[in-house]
């Protein structure tokens, strides 16, 4: 059977082999989705689920939310960490001060004021870009911990800054152990993720694409780079905002601005550097690298009998090679390794 397309002849079996790979993308989510669900909290240690899964997938989502400011938008940003300080905070703020506030509807609040923040300090992408536009999101960054350090109404009057997160109880239920607290965490992102993902496929998506390629001749063309530009800032910190609060309850247990600092930041831009810039899978990707790089290497420094003053500084040096190697080798990061791996297997053992 032939099917014609835009004036060319497409045979049956070219249009299966389309299909075809979206079917296996399909069956592959799905597994990873049982795996995740089934087979980690029931076969994962403790340990492994509260000091690995969890902040893999809180980062994760943080990532995500700087890929689409800065991979998707175009805007180069250095205040992640104090965005989802925000979070974090006004999610704190919230339950204590307004007693009977459903945990996951402070989340979504503090989201909401971490993008309300970001949109603030968002103005500037207007008149500047680049390495410009991060000086100023750095700004952020010092701004925010300032402020959570010197109004204390922020921090619950606190004399040293550090306050204890509340119980995450929903509908009477309290996640306490690691493996509720890993699939509640799991539940989020995932969420999160399907919407960003169906977000990216739209004409919003295609507006912050065009913006990011360039804003001239996305202006020429109908897309407002005003309101594309300050509507990934909101977007970009609500996401940061939640991986924030769940930062917090989830994996710390406490609320304290240091946990918030610029290495944060910058550990959340090497996620997306790594992983795949513009990518959603270059997100999570990264963000497993950044989590299981200082383990491997922590291994790697005692079963070599390494100098401590060696082994302290390896994981530094090991992160600079890298981001130059990706930088110079394969921009599109690891996304795009996995994306080469699968088509050759796809075409193996028969390449022709």
Same mark, same amino acid.
């Given at each position: 059977m032939i099917y014609r397309e835009a004036g060319q002849f497409k045979t049956s079996y070219q249009a299966d082999n389309q299909i075809f790979p979206i079917r296996q993308d399909r069956i592959a989510l799905a597994a990873t989705l049982a795996v995740a669900l089934l087979a980690l909290p029931l076969l994962a240690s403790p340990y492994t689920l509260s000091a690995i899964m969890i902040p893999f997938l809180i980062f994760a989502l943080a990532a995500l939310g700087l890929n689409i400011l800065t991979g998707y938008c175009g805007q180069l940003s250095l205040g992640s960490a104090a965005f989802m300080a925000v979070g974090a905070f006004a999610s704190y703020n919230f339950v204590a001060r307004m007693p009977g506030m459903p945990i996951l509807l402070a989340f979504v609040l503090?989201?909401?004021? $971490? /993008?309300?923040?970001?949109? $603030?300090?968002?103005?500037?992408?207007?008149?500047?870009?680049?390495? *410009?536009?991060?000086?100023?999101?750095? $700004?952020?960054?010092?701004?925010?911990?300032?402020?959570?350090? %010197?109004?204390? *109404?922020?921090t619950n009057y606190s004399s040293s800054g550090v306050i204890t997160a509340q119980k995450i109880?929903?509908?009477? *239920?309290?996640?306490?152990?690691?493996?509720? %607290? *890993?699939?509640?965490?799991? /539940?989020?992102? $995932?969420?999160? /993720?399907?919407? /960003? %993902?169906?977000?990216?496929? &739209?004409?919003?998506?295609?507006?912050?694409?065009?913006v990011r390629d360039m804003d001239m001749a996305a202006e020429v063309i109908g897309f407002r780079p005003m309101r594309t530009k300050l509507l990934a800032f909101a977007v970009s910190s609500f996401y940061c905002g939640v991986a924030g609060a769940l930062y917090a309850y989830a994996y710390l247990g406490t609320v304290e601005p240091e946990a918030y600092n610029l290495d944060l930041s910058f550990r959340i831009l090497f996620m997306i550097i790594i992983g795949g810039v513009? &990518?959603?899978?270059?997100?999570f990707l990264g963000a497993a690298f950044i989590v299981l790089l200082p383990i491997f290497l922590n291994i790697l420094a005692h079963a070599l009998s390494l100098p401590t003053n060696v082994a302290s500084n390896l994981e530094l040096m090991v992160f600079g090679a890298l981001i130059i190697f990706f930088l110079i080798v394969e921009p599109h990061g690891l996304a795009r390794l996995w994306q080469i791996g699968k088509e050759k297997l796809r075409l193996w053992p028969f390449p022709h």
């Open positions: 503090g989201g909401l004021c $971490a /993008a309300m923040v970001g949109i $603030a300090f968002g103005l500037p992408s207007l008149r500047i870009r680049g390495f *410009y536009l991060a000086a100023s999101t750095l $700004a952020t960054q010092f701004f925010v911990v300032w402020c959570l350090t %010197k109004i204390p *109404y922020l109880t929903i509908l009477g *239920y309290r996640f306490d152990s690691p493996a509720s %607290k *890993y699939l509640l965490v799991l /539940a989020i992102v $995932a969420t999160m /993720a399907l919407l /960003a %993902k169906n977000m990216i496929r &739209s004409n919003v998506g295609r507006s912050w694409m065009a513009g &990518s959603i899978l270059g997100s």
